[in-house]
Every structure is written in structure tokens, then in C-alpha cells.
């Protein structure tokens, strides 16, 4: 590699080490297990990179790159396997062609791999089955991080609406009396019964609970 350059594979690999520390520390502060956040199947569904390939490059190791037609067809096979139709069947090879505005002949020689596609076609088949741009073409690291980068705006957003509700509770000493005696759950539980009569014994059962440990006056 000449000096002054950077291998792009290189710059992915780091946006990916950077983006995996990133959210585990953010899964680590909301308590969520690392096996939901780094799911490699959901992930290969998610960014078209092979399971297999996914468990290497979280790992940290090279799990090498195809070409540019391997990758298209690799990733083209996922999504006709993951992306369903309704019904729970493939889309065809005439209704991807209809979809992207193609012939069935082009269609069939890109999914066969007779035909190398072009940045049209990527674009075309990509709107077809609504997935990002890119998701044909990009490399293995970067379509992970791309993944993982989604996965870390869902745990920001999750992190905010906590700190929002524990602002909240701040704020308002009736809500912080509440959780902190578990009031809100009690009510919650009471409210999923099924008549006033079964909440009316609830309530009997809390005023003799209440008398048995209520402290003699002094």
C-alpha cells in the first residue's frame, strides 16, 4: 500500500471496532445481554453479510471479501430468501424484473450470475425489496457497521426515553413516592382483574395487611 493512503478495508474494519465497543457499552448501561444486540443471524439478515462472516469480523478476525458480482449474487440469494412475499413464497424472477423496471431476461442473467450488474440494477433491485442503499455492494465490514450503526440509534432513543422518565420522577415527588413504594405496580396488578368485586378484595386484604403491621402508637 503506498504511503499516505488508506486501505479503505482497513478504515471499514475500524468504523466497525469502533461501532461494536460503542454499542456494547450503551447495550452494558441499559442492561440489555450482548446475545440480543450482537444476534449474528438477525444481523446477516439485516446487513447481507453471511453468518458465518459476521461471527468473524465481531470477533475481530479477517473472514475475506468476494468480489463485487460474488457479493451481489451472495446478498441478491439472502434477500430473495428473507424477503417474502406476503403469501410466504420468493418473489419471481418475472415479479423482480417487473419491480425493477427490468426485463425477465436481464432479471434471470443477474441472478443466475451470467450478467455482472451495473450500479443501476443494485439501485433497482435495491428499491424493489426496500432494503438501503448500498446493501448490494457494500463491503462485509461496512455493511455490518451499517447494521450495528442502526442497532445504536434504537439503544440511543431507548437510552433518552429513560432518562426522560427518570427526569421526570425527579421532578415530581407524588411519581417518585409511587415507584418507590411499588404503588404503580400494585395498581397495575389490580387493574388486570376482572371485576370490581375481586379489586374490592384486593382492597379488603391491603387494610388488613396494613392493620397487621401498623405500629402501636406511642
Not at 42 to 63: D, I, T, W
Not at 126 to 148: C, I, Y
Not at 193 to 211: F, G, I, N, S, Y
Amino acid at each position: 500500500m503506498a504511503v499516505g493512503f488508506e486501505d479503505p478495508g482497513d478504515a471499514a474494519s475500524a468504523v466497525l471496532s469502533a461501532v461494536v465497543v460503542r454499542v456494547t457499552a450503551l447495550a452494558d448501561r441499559l442492561g440489555v445481554a450482548h446475545a440480543e444486540v450482537f444476534d449474528t443471524g438477525g444481523l446477516s439478515v439485516a446487513c447481507g453479510v453471511p453468518e458465518p462472516v459476521v461471527k468473524a469480523l465481531l470477533s475481530g478476525r479477517p473472514a475475506g471479501e468476494p468480489d463485487v458480482q460474488a457479493r451481489f449474487l451472495q446478498r441478491l440469494d439472502l434477500l430473495r430468501r428473507t424477503r417474502l412475499k406476503p403469501n410466504g413464497r420468493k418473489y419471481t424472477q418475472q415479479e423482480i424484473a417487473d419491480g425493477a423496471g427490468m426485463s425477465r431476461q436481464q432479471a434471470g442473467a443477474l441472478i443466475n450470475g451470467d450478467r455482472r450488474p451495473t450500479m443501476e440494477h443494485c439501485d433497482a433491485i435495491q428499491r424493489f425489496f426496500r432494503v438501503h442503499a448500498g446493501f448490494l455492494t457494500a463491503e462485509d465490514p461496512e455493511a455490518l457497521a451499517g447494521a450495528l450503526q442502526r442497532t445504536e440509534q434504537e439503544l440511543l432513543q431507548q437510552l433518552a426515553g429513560r432518562e426522560r422518565e427518570a427526569a421526570a420522577v425527579a421532578d415530581d415527588p407524588l411519581e417518585r413516592l409511587l415507584q418507590d413504594h411499588g404503588v404503580r405496580g400494585i395498581a397495575w396488578r389490580a387493574a388486570q382483574l376482572p371485576t370490581d368485586q375481586h379489586r374490592d378484595k384486593v382492597a379488603e386484604w391491603l387494610d388488613m395487611l396494613l392493620e397487621s403491621v401498623k405500629r402501636p402508637e406511642s
